[in-house]
């Protein structure tokens, strides 16, 4: 089992910053993949950006050149830095984690809101 915990959300105006940061526990050593995703309402959930444990990173053409995802495998962490930052950025940021190769693992999911 994979627990995520995700922090870091809030409001912002146009233009501006913020790092959202998931922390994993549990069966750790298991997870592969790890990502951020989102959701804005009356929408359906889209991928943001995807880590491996090598480093190699995936993104949404939507946020290329803004966002950057990291990992630290030490300390189980992923991060999501976000910069210029845009109204229809405005969603629920769920972390996920890819473990013991076939199963899937979601945070509560944190709110970011780009005003206006």
């Known amino acids: 089992q994979v627990q995520l915990v995700e922090s870091g959300g809030g409001l912002v105006q146009p233009g501006g910053s913020l790092s959202l940061s998931c922390a994993a526990s549990g069966n750790i050593f298991s997870i592969g993949v790890m990502g951020w995703y989102r959701q804005a309402p009356g929408k359906q959930r889209e991928l943001v950006a995807t880590i491996t444990r090598g480093g190699s990173t995936n993104y949404a053409d939507s946020v290329k050149g803004r966002f950057t995802i990291s990992r630290d495998n030490a300390k189980s962490t992923v991060n999501l830095q976000m910069n210029s930052l845009k109204p229809e950025d405005t969603a629920t940021y769920y972390c996920?984690?890819?473990?013991?190769?076939?199963?899937?693992?979601w945070g509560q999911g944190t709110q970011v809101t780009v005003s206006s």
């Open positions: 996920n984690a890819q473990y013991l190769l076939s199963y899937t693992a």
